[in-house]
């Protein structure tokens, strides 16, 4: 019988991550530039394609900097919709610094060459306190420890902006929140006798010096460091996808173009693998999720040659083969917050869940531009447009069965980057008064609705803790349908609960919006584990449309999964201080929310395809009726809102 090629998911998240990307209300709204005055926080317009905007993860409005390709105007850095930005042309070299109006006392805090932190124009491009502190030092950090010179910069930086927000925002030391540094605070550094440079910085002696416009001894160095570590989980924490359908990496005819090939490889006896991964990476460095692979021989009858041909020639492998699930427990082994590499003495693991083979292990790569992995040289200069590859920055993998070894490359997205949570809608035991009420940790109950009507309802307890990461709450005795929780504490280090019940880390927090209309907080989930039964392999939260189209000839048609942004809205926990009213979750448009089973769907495609040997088992006939549904929630009876004694 004639079988027609499977077309998978589309790559949209690796397209997305070259036009840029954002985390949920992380647009920001500058004003038009002024001159000879500070009036803006963008030299151009960030629609030009010569604009570079860039965000911090330290959120400090007011920051003071200069663009290299201007010299008439200056600029500060805004604070709206959970971020805080500039802008810069692209290419341009940005000199930052803390200055008032009316003396000429400053602080200076180098210069930051943007082509360092990327070559091409993409929205929201990330630039660290490191990255200053590096800049400022004149070198990288080689480890990510308090004796490092440049992180010693990075943590000094920190105590700067922690103490500012302690006096003039009522923050917690130790919490990373919103500071702004407004003209009228930052005249009265006309109180300080010098102005600082890198050479206070490095020598300690910035803190006496600033001591007359801000105390930085409230903050420790453990607090200043845990504060940088938690940055630097932040700027790498997000979703990350790989596909193997290959992809143009610009829209641009204009060019030579190159295709981004995705995630295959071989081995030497001409049997070949096909996979896709879906990854999430918390708040404080765990990265969890899993993928699909496809392993055999693709038919020979179809053309190869070429990058099309050959990615054509493979992916025959779906129209003859069941998806087989990988699942990544969560691991803090993903990408060096210093380096954006992926270790290679330590790889990241996908383990086969019906346990056929070794585990498939990721073995190099390096994030480029704060969104992409290239699997390729020509994806590599594309994306850095530099003149020579680095074929240590690739992302590469290797993976065994038995004797027959597989060796292959992988092109990485990420997206949906996360933000800081503001304190109003996190609150918990450390950002409160005295007398004050706090919602976190939250413990809730979600109820998965399966599109399916012969399946029923299933409760999963999770809890979103004091961090703004998820992690599930099990039961004793839990069932297929209810595993409803107890609001167990757990061993952050076994995750087993004062039940003796293992949990599992599960997902994160995007965003908290506070407005009078909209106080909710953002959630992503990844399930991957077969103690979830009937949820294993659930997606939410992503706010993606990913596309399954199955050939003529399938007996299935094309599908198009929406998994939609998801939040969870808090409006009734925050203003009454009870739960009595409860919450509700939807999507962004305050819309049913919904999830999706990317497992499941292709299960669903391979059922589908006439005469297809082996049959599927009954197994799979019942996991492909599992492909999406809805979402609602309920608070437990066990939790509720404390007050700070």
């Given at each position: 019988m004639k079988k027609q090629i499977l077309i998978p998911f589309t790559l949209t998240a690796l397209m997305t991550a070259l036009s840029g990307c954002g985390g949920e209300g992380g647009n920001i709204n500058v004003e038009p530039p002024?001159?000879?005055?500070?009036?803006?926080?963008?030299?151009?317009?960030?629609?030009?394609?010569?604009?570079?905007?860039?965000?911090?993860?330290?959120?400090?409005?007011?920051?003071?900097?200069?663009?290299?390709?201007?010299?008439?105007?200056?600029?500060?850095?805004?604070?709206?919709?959970?971020?805080?930005?500039?802008?810069?042309?692209?290419?341009?070299?940005?000199?930052?610094?803390?200055?008032?109006?009316?003396?000429?006392?400053?602080?200076?805090?180098?210069?930051?060459?943007?082509?360092?932190?990327?070559?091409?124009?993409?929205?929201?491009?990330?630039?660290?306190?490191?990255?200053?502190?590096?800049?400022?030092?004149?070198?990288?950090?080689?480890?990510?420890?308090?004796?490092?010179?440049?992180?010693?910069?990075?943590?000094?930086?920190?105590?700067?902006?922690?103490?500012?927000?302690?006096?003039?925002?009522?923050?917690?030391?130790?919490?990373?929140?919103?500071?702004?540094?407004?003209?009228?605070?930052?005249?009265?550094?006309?109180?300080?006798?010098?102005?600082?440079d890198v050479s206070n910085f490095k020598d300690g002696s910035y803190a006496a010096i600033l001591k007359p416009w801000v105390d930085v001894s409230i903050v420790s160095d453990q607090s200043a460091f845990d504060v940088v570590n938690k940055m630097l989980n932040m700027q790498n924490a997000g979703s990350f996808q790989s596909d193997f359908l290959p992809?143009?990496?610009?829209?641009?005819?204009?060019?030579?173009?190159?295709?981004?090939?995705?995630?295959?490889?071989?081995?030497?006896?001409?049997?070949?693998?096909?996979?896709?991964?879906?990854?999430l990476s918390d708040r404080t460095g765990h990265t969890l999720g899993y993928g699909l692979q496809w392993r055999g021989k693709p038919d020979d009858k179809t053309a190869g040659g070429s990058i099309i041909g050959d990615s054509l020639k493979r992916l025959t492998?779906?129209?003859?083969?069941?998806?087989?699930?990988?699942?990544?427990?969560?691991?803090?082994?993903?990408?060096?917050?210093?380096?954006?590499?992926?270790?290679?003495?330590?790889?990241?693991?996908?383990?086969?869940?019906?346990?056929?083979?070794?585990?498939?292990?990721?073995?190099?790569?390096?994030?480029?531009?704060?969104?992409?992995?290239?699997?390729?040289?020509?994806?590599?200069?594309?994306v850095t447009a530099a003149k020579e590859g680095d074929s240590a920055s690739y992302g590469k993998w290797s993976q065994q069965f038995g004797p027959e070894q597989?060796?292959?490359?992988?092109?990485?997205?990420?997206?949906?980057?996360?933000?800081?949570?503001?304190?109003?809608?996190?609150?918990?035991?450390?950002?409160?008064?005295?007398?004050?009420y706090y919602v976190f940790p939250m413990f809730a109950t979600l109820i998965v609705k399966f599109d399916d009507k012969t399946i029923p309802d299933v409760k999963l307890g999770i809890v979103i803790d004091e961090n703004g990461d998820i992690r599930s709450d099990i039961k004793p005795q839990a069932t297929a349908n209810d595993m409803s929780g107890t609001c167990a504490t757990v061993n952050p280090n076994s995750m087993i609960d004062n039940n003796g019940v293992q949990q599992f880390r599960i997902g994160t927090t995007g965003a908290g919006n506070y407005a009078e209309t909209d106080k909710s907080l953002t959630i992503r989930m990844i399930l991957a584990n077969s103690k979830f039964g009937l949820l294993d392999g659930l997606i939410l939260g992503l706010n993606q449309n990913l596309s399954v189209r199955a050939g003529e000839g399938t007996g299935q048609n094309s599908q198009t999964l929406n998994s939609?942004?998801?939040?969870?809205?808090?409006?009734?926990?925050?203003?009454?201080?009870?739960?009595?009213?409860?919450?509700?979750?939807?999507?962004?448009?305050?819309?049913?929310?919904?999830?999706?089973?990317?497992?499941?769907?292709?299960?669903?495609?391979?059922?589908?395809?006439?005469?297809?040997?082996?049959?599927?088992?009954?197994?799979?006939?019942?996991?492909a009726k599992r492909v999406n549904g809805t979402l609602a929630i309920e608070l437990p009876s066990c939790y509720s809102i404390k007050q700070k004694p």
């Open positions: 002024g001159s000879n005055g500070v009036t803006a926080s963008t030299s151009c317009s960030t629609t030009a394609s010569d604009c570079l905007e860039f965000v911090f993860d330290y959120p400090v409005a007011g920051l003071n900097f200069d663009c290299s390709s201007d010299t008439t105007n200056h600029y500060i850095t805004q604070n709206s919709s959970n971020a805080v930005s500039g802008a810069c042309k692209l290419g341009d070299t940005v000199t930052f610094s803390i200055k008032g109006q009316g003396t000429d006392k400053q602080i200076k805090l180098g210069a930051v060459d943007l082509k360092t932190i990327t070559s091409l124009k993409i929205s929201d491009a990330p630039i660290s306190l490191v990255d200053i502190a590096t800049a400022m030092v004149g070198k990288a950090p080689a480890s990510l420890t308090q004796d490092d010179e440049t992180i010693k910069v990075a943590m000094a930086l920190v105590k700067i902006f922690q103490a500012a927000g302690v006096a003039n925002e009522n923050n917690t030391v130790g919490d990373l929140q919103p500071v702004d540094l407004d003209e009228d605070y930052k005249s009265n550094l006309k109180n300080i006798n010098q102005s600082i992809w143009p990496l610009t829209t641009d005819s204009n060019v030579d173009q190159q295709y981004i090939e995705g995630f295959h490889g071989k081995s030497l006896l001409g049997n070949e693998i096909i996979a896709n991964m879906y990854l492998l779906i129209s003859k083969i069941a998806p087989k699930k990988m699942n990544a427990d969560a691991q803090t082994n993903w990408i060096n917050p210093l380096n954006k590499k992926l270790a290679s003495n330590a790889p990241f693991v996908f383990s086969m869940a019906d346990q056929s083979g070794d585990a498939l292990r990721l073995t190099q790569g390096r994030l480029l531009n704060g969104y992409i992995i290239a699997g390729t040289e020509p994806v590599y200069k594309q597989f060796d292959g490359s992988i092109d990485i997205s990420k997206t949906n980057p996360i933000t800081y949570l503001d304190k109003k809608i996190l609150t918990t035991q450390h950002n409160v008064k005295t007398g004050g939609s942004g998801v939040k969870i809205n808090l409006h009734n926990l925050l203003t009454d201080n009870s739960t009595s009213r409860g919450v509700n979750i939807t999507n962004f448009n305050n819309l049913t929310a919904n999830w999706i089973n990317i497992h499941a769907a292709y299960q669903k495609v391979y059922n589908g395809i006439k005469d297809i040997s082996p049959a599927p088992t009954q197994e799979q006939i019942d996991l």
